[in-house]
């Protein structure tokens, strides 16, 4: 499976946005970009995926490198609710297995 | 969007004894559902994977006979921990995939896990 590399922290104010990088230079033409998060103590919730356009959803957007080595996951504002680890995972094709890295932490402060 | 339940959430055990986790989707049929386990500071670890009506598929390195999972149904797997032992302390979340051709099949919908202490 190809890799992801992220940053292993990062911060934001709250309000503000954040943007959460992701290398993936080894990624396939089939790699789905996944974004996964987990909250304190919970399991983790899926974000967002897409495999070329940028895509947004109600949580966050996903912006795409145009040669797909790297993406990024764009909170547009901010909460002490998004403080959390956010996962970056490539899923290929049809393939349901999540192999999770060890994540971005995120903090969020006042 | 679809629910995944865990029961129970927390559970001290003695050292020896097996423990039963329960993974539930509340409102859809999962055909495959995944556990995973994780330590305290840590990325979540796939354990196995259980399809229903055969046996799960366990990832390299996890014990089958130690970890016990039953897929009976569509909406219920369970994880049991036999001989229980104070390292297999941790917490085990299950998941759960939507069956191939759902609008959501790419997603995997998670439960709040299920956090084990051996004493």
């Known amino acids: 499976d190809a890799k992801t590399t992220q940053p292993n922290s990062m911060e934001s104010n709250e309000e503000e946005p954040v943007h959460l990088p992701c290398n993936h230079s080894?990624?396939?033409?089939?790699?789905?970009i996944h974004w996964y998060r987990q909250l304190p103590s919970q399991g983790p919730e899926y974000v967002i995926h897409?495999?070329?356009s940028n895509v947004n959803n109600r949580m966050a957007s996903l912006a795409i490198a145009e040669d797909r080595k790297s993406s990024t996951l764009i909170l547009h504002r901010a909460t002490l609710r998004d403080a959390a680890v956010y996962y970056c995972?490539?899923?290929?094709?049809?393939?349901?297995?999540?192999?999770f890295g060890t994540g971005t932490r995120l903090q969020v402060t006042l | 969007g679809a629910v995944v339940s865990q029961h129970p959430s927390r559970v001290i055990c003695k050292s020896g004894t097996s423990v039963k986790i329960e993974c539930r989707s509340l409102?859809?049929?999962?055909?495959?559902m995944f556990w995973y386990r994780q330590f305290p500071k840590q990325s979540l670890m796939l354990m196995a994977t259980?399809?229903?009506?055969?046996?799960?598929?366990?990832e390299q390195g996890v014990e089958k006979d130690k970890f016990l999972i039953n897929h009976a149904s569509l909406t219920l797997s369970t994880l049991t921990v036999t001989s229980a032992h104070p390292e297999d302390s941790s917490f085990y979340i299950c998941?759960?995939?939507?069956?191939?051709?759902?609008?959501?099949?790419?997603?995997?919908?998670f439960g709040p896990g299920t956090r084990l202490t051996v004493l």
């Open positions: 998941s759960a995939r939507l069956p191939s051709g759902g609008a959501l099949f790419n997603e995997q919908f």
């Open positions: 080894t990624i396939s033409g089939t790699d789905y």
């Open positions: 897409g495999l070329t």
């Open positions: 995972i490539l899923l290929r094709g049809t393939a349901s297995k999540l192999t």
């Open positions: 409102d859809f049929q999962a055909t495959t």
């Open positions: 259980s399809n229903e009506g055969s046996k799960a598929t366990y």
